[in-house]
């Protein structure tokens, strides 16, 4: 797998170029932007999201965790949740509970430590109206994009986003 070096070995340039090339930031004459260009094409380079997850704190990713993904009700939701998360930059995780509440409070710990950047909890109503997630992973501090229980009413407030809500912030 190629580097940033690499490409910017191949071109003849520094790796802060490489960086303005492919961030099309800074002035770049049009013979170093095809040269660069070439060199990245030529080696295959791809940006390591990894590296910019680290440096933007942001993952542009948010997870979908229902309760049963082989119900038509669920497919419809995730396939609006993926098409708006799209719309907007951002990756979708699916996550399927089996209607287990160890495995909902499982998976929102697994994706807490894996820092999406946000939550969509569709699920059943628990015999409280509440759910248990919210207390039991300690995510207080954590942006929820919001949680949706059919026909509950469901004390878990969820943070609005505004950026994944209104079609203006596109």
Same mark, same amino acid.
């Given at each position: 797998? %190629?580097?940033?070096?690499?490409?910017?070995?191949?071109? $003849?340039?520094?790796?802060?170029?490489?960086?303005?090339? *492919? &961030?099309?930031?800074? /002035? *770049? %004459?049009?013979?170093?932007?095809?040269r660069v &260009?070439?060199?990245?094409?030529?080696? !295959? /380079?791809m940006?390591?999201?990894l #590296?910019?997850?680290?440096? %933007?704190?942001?993952?542009?990713t948010?997870?979908? +965790?229902?309760?049963?993904?082989?119900?038509?009700?669920?497919?419809? *939701?995730?396939? !609006?949740?993926e098409?708006?998360?799209?719309?907007? !930059? /951002?990756?979708?995780?699916?996550? &399927?509970?089996?209607?287990?509440?160890?495995?909902?409070?499982? /998976?929102?710990? +697994?994706?807490?430590?894996?820092?999406?950047?946000g939550?969509?909890l569709?699920?059943?109503?628990?015999?409280? $109206?509440?759910? %248990? =997630? =919210?207390?039991?992973?300690r =995510?207080?501090?954590?942006s929820?994009? $919001?949680t949706? #229980?059919p026909r @509950?009413?469901?004390? =878990? @407030?969820?943070t609005p986003?505004?950026?994944?809500?209104s079609?203006?912030?596109?």
């Open positions: 797998m %190629s580097t940033l070096n690499d490409v910017a070995r191949v071109a $003849g340039v520094s790796t802060m170029t490489v960086s303005r090339v *492919i &961030n099309d930031s800074g /002035y *770049i %004459s049009q013979e170093t932007r095809a &260009n070439r060199a990245i094409a030529e080696l !295959g /380079y940006p390591n999201v #590296a910019r997850q680290l440096r %933007s704190k942001r993952t542009k948010l997870a979908l +965790v229902v309760t049963d993904i082989a119900n038509p009700f669920f497919t419809t *939701i995730a396939r !609006g949740v098409d708006a998360a799209r719309a907007r !930059g /951002y990756a979708v995780m699916f996550c &399927n509970t089996d209607e287990s509440e160890a495995e909902e409070i499982e /998976y929102v710990r +697994v994706l807490i430590q894996r820092r999406v950047d939550v969509l569709v699920r059943r109503p628990t015999r409280a $109206g509440r759910s %248990s =997630c =919210c207390a039991s992973t =995510c207080r501090s954590w929820w994009i $919001g949706f #229980a @509950s009413s469901m004390r =878990c @407030s969820p986003r505004p950026e994944l809500t079609p203006s912030a596109t």
